[in-house]
């Protein structure tokens, strides 16, 4: 019998005290040993829980245990588990975590700290909730040369994007709409511009390249400027808006990015809607990979963690080894990145600078917004594109386009 702990009983650790219970058959058997809880660390109580004698208030009980081989942090935030998490690893324990935050951060650290002790630091719940991509990346895809994922990450904004695209709401409403029904936080910015996703870029970024890829040098650009206007003008060009997270190795050069583009019908992204989270891997030999489900929410993030737990009870004793050193990547500028962009501008074409800007350009019009019109660049680099922008008047908004 292995003894865990679990650090934080909001609902992913809820949740994995939860999966471990109900599965306790199939979780022990795939572990080939019994798994049970020993402990719960929360600052409450939880008095009638059926769990609530587990329920301890100092992590030095947990700590100082040797009953206890895994710990699973699912408290969030960089402290006190980043603290909690390195003295289990130095004391010869593995951790399993949810926690994108602390393993952005200090990930290559704990993963390093792991293997001196002879112990694990395992995060497949950090990515994308329930869907399996971490461990792809680590053990299916390694015969591979991958050079791109490109992923929608965040469920939140997910969800809303696809309610303005469905219902032709606008943000503020589809805002409210997300934080009634608890998809979004009261203070939803981590989701809505783009920090959420940036952080599980570099992550997935930093496993591909071996070296740690940080999420503050990763552009990032949010969902507050898509309105419903946007979506009409996709719906005439058979396209949908999403807010994707890309990293691209090209011929060594490294570059990663968070923003909203629209996308193609034809693109498996455009499929992709409410909650759910997807991830394309490209390999230079395998080609195309989606990993697809639910990015999110109580028990599919608890599913991930247990299946931690159990591939750390499989190996007590035995690093897994992890593609992930402390080594940074300078990533390329945003600047040289070539694509189209769809741009909206207030007025007339002919008086506007339009052509001596851009020239001939693809006009979009729609019945919708008849004091405005829509035109489509030719592929350039953002760097061009900034500068030739400058020189047209009246400009609503724009968004690059992923063909």
């Not at 040098?217 to 206007?229: A, F």
């Amino acid at each position: 019998m292995i003894q865990i702990a679990v650090l934080g009983y909001g609902t992913v650790g809820s949740g994995v005290v939860e999966v471990i219970n109900k599965n306790q058959k199939e979780v022990s058997k795939k572990a080939g040993v019994g798994i049970a809880v020993k402990y719960i660390l929360d600052l409450r109580d939880f008095p009638g829980d059926p769990m609530e004698k587990c329920v301890v208030h100092d992590y030095d009980v947990i700590l100082n245990d040797p009953e206890v081989k895994i710990i699973c942090e699912t408290m969030g935030g960089v402290e006190p588990a980043y603290t909690f998490s390195k003295k289990a690893l130095l004391a010869g324990k593995s951790v399993c975590t949810s926690n994108k935050e602390l393993v952005a951060n200090h990930g290559p650290e704990l993963i390093s700290i792991a293997k001196a002790n002879n112990c694990n630091y395992l995060f497949e719940a950090s990515v994308g909730g329930g869907i399996p991509i971490i461990r792809p990346l680590n053990s299916s895809l390694t015969p591979e040369r991958i050079d791109g994922i490109t992923g929608i990450l965040n469920g939140t904004t997910n969800y809303m994007l696809t309610k303005m695209d469905e219902d032709g709401v606008d943000y503020a409403q589809v805002l409210a709409e997300a934080q009634q029904k608890g998809y979004a936080e009261r203070n939803p910015e981590a989701d809505v511009e783009g920090y959420d996703a940036c952080r599980k870029i570099a992550i997935l970024s930093s496993l591909v390249y071996g070296k740690t890829v940080r999420y503050e040098d990763i552009y990032t650009e949010g969902i507050t400027k898509i309105s419903k206007e946007d979506f009409l003008y996709a719906k005439a060009m058979k396209r949908s808006i999403k807010l994707l997270a890309m990293s691209k190795d090209m011929d060594g050069s490294c570059f990663a990015m968070v923003a909203p583009f629209m996308i193609r019908s034809d693109n498996p992204l455009y499929c992709v809607k409410d909650v759910f989270n997807a991830v394309c891997v490209h390999g230079n030999m395998l080609g195309t990979t989606m990993y697809y489900g639910r990015g999110a929410g109580k028990l599919p993030t608890a599913s991930a963690v247990v299946s931690d737990i159990i591939d750390c009870a499989k190996h007590q004793g035995k690093f897994i080894f992890c593609f992930w050193d402390q080594e940074k990547v300078t990533l390329s500028s945003k600047e040289e990145m070539c694509w189209k962009f769809f741009v909206r501008v207030k007025g007339d074409k002919d008086s506007c600078g339009l052509m001596k800007a851009f020239g001939e350009t693809e006009m979009i019009n729609i019945p919708e917004c008849q004091d405005e019109f829509a035109f489509i660049t030719d592929e350039i680099s953002e760097k061009e594109f900034e500068e030739r922008i400058k020189e047209v008047s009246g400009v609503i908004t724009r968004i690059r386009m992923n063909d």
